[in-house]
């Protein structure tokens, strides 16, 4: 199918100018003014920004194991009306993403689907954080993120010798920062708020802890540490300048963070159980103004369906997590502003760059993500109106949850076409 997209305005990595592109084959084979649209579909790009269509390093694709919840088929329908055309599928799956077969298994349900859905493997077997996964085998398969998320790492000694088994293989460990002792079984953010509800708290410091203890483990390594869902100011900061100091450490931040605090556990509606929780509005603003200033890598969706017979149940018992995948865009895109090189450069540049998704990284099977809207690219590329206004709405969705704190609310900025190795996937805002 030949495409051409039509009046857009092209963001790159640091500028952005008017012009047409055309696809063919899957590649962009042309990038200009007025070019041809002869045999091929029109996408009307007025008013829209279009660039490199976005990454989430952060999906919860429940298969196998909790396929009543989202199987990766589902989530990849999600992720495509959200604009995405590659995912990476976290390991916290039943069983976990911890072997060969399972990768393998989980690789090729996603390349039956439209986008591309790259792993990221556990750390240790079961995530039970006691003995190291088959990190190298796993690599072997095109695995180049790690993680134990849903917990993070809880022996210092094992996340050792983790980063220093995965350094010379050129492997970054993402780590979900908190501590469980200090976190002991909270629901919500330690604080005041959670006196006065009375719900058990789950303190900022549990975070912070992890974030400094991993920050000294790069630096004693020379590993890499992606750190997942930050949600606290001091753990930014020390993040900020631990990359001052030179290690190679990177970081997200969840949409959820950003835009809600913790006074929304006020209603004591489950839909807003998260881990790490939501904070005070001290820590939200933080995170919502360094969305501008390059501390903050990418913006990485959490996107964690939970069938309603379990998040519908009392806010102690439900368990933690919301859906991410069809809302973050407009989310982003209204944090920032009017800021489509910011908007790029965190739904797609840097998440790409950090799961080694690129042209310049070249894996078996996948195409590459995050680039530039250049003739020879693999054409991966979204095209997002930011002044369209719509409504979220949990019987809309295409993921097979509905565990989003979002419906009825008003957002602003919508996917209008998603196209995946040159195939139109979503076009006009419909899935194809
Ligand atoms: O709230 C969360 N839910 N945080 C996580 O880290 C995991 C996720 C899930 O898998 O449900």
Redesign the pocket.
């Known amino acids: 199918m030949n495409l051409v997209i039509r009046g857009g305005t092209i963001v790159g990595p640091d500028t952005v100018f008017r012009a047409d592109i055309r696809i063919e084959s899957g590649v962009i084979v042309a990038v200009g003014e007025a070019l041809s649209t002869a045999n091929a579909t029109i996408i009307d790009a007025s008013g829209c920004w279009v660039g490199p269509a976005f990454v989430d390093i952060h999906t919860?694709l429940r298969e196998p194991g909790r396929e009543a919840a989202e199987t990766i088929a589902s989530g990849a329908l999600a992720a495509a009306m959200g604009g995405f055309s590659a995912v990476v599928a976290?390991p916290?799956t039943e069983p976990a993403l911890d072997n060969v077969p399972l990768v393998s298994y989980v690789l090729a349900q996603g390349a039956k689907t439209a986008i591309d859905v790259a792993v990221a493997g556990a750390i240790t077997l079961g995530r039970k954080g006691e003995s190291l996964a088959p990190l190298a085998e796993l690599a072997a398969l095109g695995v180049r993120l790690f993680t134990d998320?849903?917990?993070g790492v809880q022996n210092p000694l094992v996340m050792r010798r983790a980063l220093e088994y995965a350094a010379p293989l050129g492997l970054r460990l993402a780590q979900?920062c908190e501590d469980e002792q200090l976190a002991n079984g909270g629901v919500m953010n330690e604080g005041v708020l959670s006196a006065q509800l009375g719900l058990a708290g789950r303190s900022a410091v549990a975070e912070e802890l992890m974030v400094q203890r991993d920050i000294a483990l790069v630096r004693l390594t020379g590993g890499r540490v992606h750190f997942?869902?930050l949600s606290t100011a001091t753990s930014l900061a020390m993040v900020t300048a631990a990359r001052l100091e030179g290690l190679d450490v990177t970081c997200e931040v969840a949409p959820h963070h950003f835009v809600l605090s913790e006074e929304a556990c006020r209603t004591f509606d489950p839909q807003f159980?998260?881990?790490?929780p939501l904070r005070p509005e001290a820590d939200r603003a933080a995170l919502h103004a360094a969305l501008s200033t390059g501390a903050i890598d990418a913006v990485a969706t959490?996107h964690?369906p939970?069938t309603p017979e379990l998040k519908d149940l009392a806010f102690d018992e439900a368990?933690?997590?919301?859906l991410g995948l069809e809302h973050v865009a407009a989310l982003t895109n209204e944090a920032l502003g009017a800021n489509p090189v910011a908007f790029f450069n965190l739904l797609s540049r840097g998440p790409a760059r950090i799961a080694q998704l690129r042209a310049s990284d070249a894996r078996v099977g996948l195409s590459a993500h995050g680039g530039v809207i250049m003739v020879g690219e693999d054409a991966n590329v979204v095209v997002f109106d930011p002044s369209q206004t719509w409504v979220g709405d949990r019987n809309a969705l295409h993921s097979k949850a509905t565990n989003t704190p979002y419906h009825g609310r008003p957002l602003v900025g919508r996917v209008r076409s998603t196209i995946v190795k040159g195939r139109l996937v979503v076009h006009e805002g419909v899935l194809q």
Not at 273 to 276: A, G, L, R, S, Y
């Open positions: 919860h976290m916290n998320d849903g917990t979900h997942l869902h159980k998260v881990h790490p959490d964690a939970h368990p933690a997590g919301m």
